[in-house]
């Protein structure tokens, strides 16, 4: 099974910028759906923004739509999450997750359940 190593958290302003890799240990496939979590202390798990390996079709949670960008680098085997204009409310710890053969469709911030690998994860936090 595929492990995911995150990485890139830490403290920053509001209003400044972040980016957090997410390196995995294997090569992904073209139904490989990947995706970034966050969560909150005394809040559920938060399913930010997923790229689906074949077309790189990405989608986000409204709430970080037009500042967060999911991508990744094949060669690397690993994906990102640039984060803009952070505010505090994305204070959170941020996981990478993947699920494996998925049909495009189903890769989206709206099933939160078909992920069934995760990293460790990586702090950030966003000071006022």
């Known amino acids: 099974q595929v492990q995911l190593v995150e990485s890139g958290g830490g403290s920053v302003q509001a209003g400044g910028s972040l980016r957090l890799s997410c390196a995995a240990s294997e090569y992904t496939y073209d139904s490989d759906c990947l995706a970034w979590f966050r969560q909150a202390p005394g809040k559920e798990r938060e399913a930010v923004a997923t790229l689906y390996v074949g077309n790189n079709n990405a989608v986000y949670a409204d709430s970080v739509k037009g500042r967060f960008t999911i991508s990744r680098d094949n060669a690397k085997n690993t994906l990102y999450l640039q984060m803009n204009r952070l505010q505090s409310e994305d204070t959170a710890m941020y996981y990478c997750?993947?699920?494996?053969?998925?049909?495009?469709?189903?890769?989206?911030?709206?099933?939160?359940?078909?992920?069934?690998?995760w990293g460790q994860g990586t702090q950030v936090s966003v000071s006022s």
């Open positions: 997750a993947a699920a494996t053969g998925l049909h495009s469709l189903l890769c989206s911030v709206r099933f939160p359940d078909t992920f069934t690998t």
